[in-house]
């Protein structure tokens, strides 16, 4: 299993483009993925960010207009609003930073690039890479780390990802991206396995 790592970039180039995502909506829609959350699917996340240590993981499904967090581990979870991206208060210069929430704009982070590599995504600081440290996510988020790793079915349509994200630059190395890939590709072919409660345990 060999690992491409991204290249840094000179300037910054737009979000990848998609052109699978009219197939992908109908698939997710076919398998009654992405339109709400899912406990076992926050199960997953949860167990996710105690595998690698992270604050935020999420599993990650992109239609055509949005990407939506069916599954969500995060600090605090219960007592923040899960559904918006809440502003919170700063002091006098300081940025405001949002808190992440179900629903994230179809053009930001980095779960886009992981969808068109059809591969991980390991940015153990993204600002070593000005292709990634211009997102949105950096400045509105305070996002500085991301691991993540395509859902893949079996239809080789890549329907989201498991991602995990942190605050501050991780050095993830070969045991984080060993851990998202065998998360994903676990994950994968139960999402086809789905009853009419939801995903199987």
Same mark, same amino acid.
Do not use: Q
């Given at each position: 299993?060999?690992? !491409?790592?991204?290249?840094?970039?000179?300037?910054l180039l737009l979000t990848p483009e998609d052109d699978?995502?009219?197939?992908?909506?109908?698939?997710?829609?076919?398998?009654?993925?992405?339109?709400?959350?899912e406990p076992a699917l926050d199960a997953f996340a949860d167990h996710l960010a105690e595998l690698t240590g992270a604050p935020y993981a999420m599993v990650n499904f992109l239609d055509e207009n949005r990407q939506f967090f069916a599954g969500l581990h995060r600090p605090e979870r219960d007592v923040l609003n899960v559904d918006t991206a809440a502003p919170v208060a700063a002091?006098?210069?300081?940025?405001?930073?949002? &808190?992440?929430?179900?629903?994230?704009?179809?053009?930001?982070?980095f779960?886009?690039?992981?969808?068109?590599?059809?591969?991980?995504?390991?940015? &153990?600081?993204?600002? !070593?890479?000005?292709?990634?440290a211009g997102n949105p996510v950096v400045d509105e988020y305070g996002i500085r780390s991301?691991?993540?790793?395509?859902?893949? !079915?079996?239809?080789?349509m890549v329907l989201g990802t498991v991602c995990v994200v942190a605050m501050e630059p991780r050095p993830w190395g070969r045991a984080g991206l060993d851990a998202i890939k065998t998360a994903a590709a676990d994950l994968a072919p139960r999402l086809e396995l789905r009853g009419p409660g939801g995903l199987r345990r």
């Open positions: 299993m060999s690992y !491409d790592p991204p290249r840094p970039a000179g300037r699978e995502a009219p197939a992908r909506t109908a698939r997710l829609r076919e398998l009654g993925l992405g339109e709400r959350p002091g006098a210069g300081e940025r405001v930073k949002r &808190e992440v929430g179900r629903c994230l704009e179809r053009g930001h982070g779960c886009p690039y992981v969808l068109a590599r059809r591969k991980a995504l390991v940015l &153990e600081d993204v600002r !070593d890479y000005p292709r990634f991301y691991l993540g790793a395509p859902l893949v !079915d079996s239809t080789h």
